[in-house]
T-cell receptor, first 116, second 112 residues
Framework: DADVTQTPRNRITKTGKRIMLECSQT?????MYWYRQDPGLGLRLIYY???????NKGEISDGYSVSRQAQAKFSLSLESAIPNQTALYFC???????????????FGPGTRLTVL | SQKIEQNSEALNIQEGKTATLTCNYT??????LQWYRQDPGRGPVFLLL?????KEKRKERLKVTFDTTLKQSLFHITASQPADSATYLC???????????FGPGTRLSVLP
């Protein structure tokens, strides 16, 4: 089984709908991340969480919210989807960082979201 | 502001040749730099990490260099194969994992 899983893998929705993307990991990592990827813009960080009680905004958090339900689960919500949120969304995990550690990230397979 | 540039959006080379990809960064002082591979529609996969006190790192046909004076990392694939065709991303980071920024990537195509 994959270490980082995302559901759904593909989703088509309409403007104004609320949607939730889910991420689960079996790597035992503390840190989890949500990115979006658009052609020509690369990966951009939406939110990140260093542990269950820690949630931080990334570069482009407007229009998104997250929930860290457990160490292994991190969900991304679009409260009211709009067409420019059409993108490929990735969840990632990493082990804790500090001297001697690195934040090498392990990505899920992605969710392709289309907002009509 | 911090900025990462990768030499070109796309690079085409002939099979068997060495591919060289460039990552330049500004307003950063990374403790290490990572390279990832991404295939179309899939998540990036970690390849190599090089620390600021290392000049060069190798893994099979891959070689990475890190020049903190030039603020540049070079990523080489020797004896390239069509299976190496993918987008390659660089990601500088500090020791506390506080930088979550990836370069825009270079799409490499190895032609048979």
């Amino acid at each position: 089984d994959a270490d980082v899983t995302q559901t759904p893998r593909n989703r088509i929705t309409k403007t104004g709908k609320r949607i939730m993307l889910e991420c689960s990991q079996t790597k035992g990592h503390d840190r989890m991340y949500w990115y979006r990827q658009d052609p020509g813009l690369g990966l951009r960080l939406i939110y990140y969480s260093f542990d269950v009680k820690d949630i931080n905004k990334g570069e482009i958090s407007d229009g998104y919210s997250v929930s860290r339900q457990a160490q292994a689960k991190f969900s991304l919500s679009l409260e009211s989807a709009i067409p420019n949120q059409t993108a490929l969304y990735f969840c990632a995990t990493s082990d804790r960082a500090g001297p001697g550690w690195t934040d090498t990230q392990y990505f899920g397979p992605g969710t392709r979201l289309t907002v009509l | 502001s911090q900025k990462i540039e990768q030499n070109s959006e796309a690079l085409n080379i002939q099979e068997g040749k060495t591919a060289t990809l460039t990552c330049n960064y500004t307003n950063y002082s990374p403790a290490y730099l990572q390279w990832y591979r991404q295939d179309p529609g899939r998540g990036p996969v970690f390849l190599l990490l090089i620390r600021e006190n290392e000049k060069e790192k190798r893994k099979e046909r891959l070689k990475v260099t890190f020049d903190t004076t030039l603020k540049q990392s070079l990523f080489h694939i020797t004896a390239s194969q069509p299976a190496d065709s993918a987008t390659y991303l660089c990601a500088p980071s500090d020791n506390y994992g506080q930088n979550f920024v990836f370069g825009p990537g270079t799409r490499l195509s190895v032609l048979p």
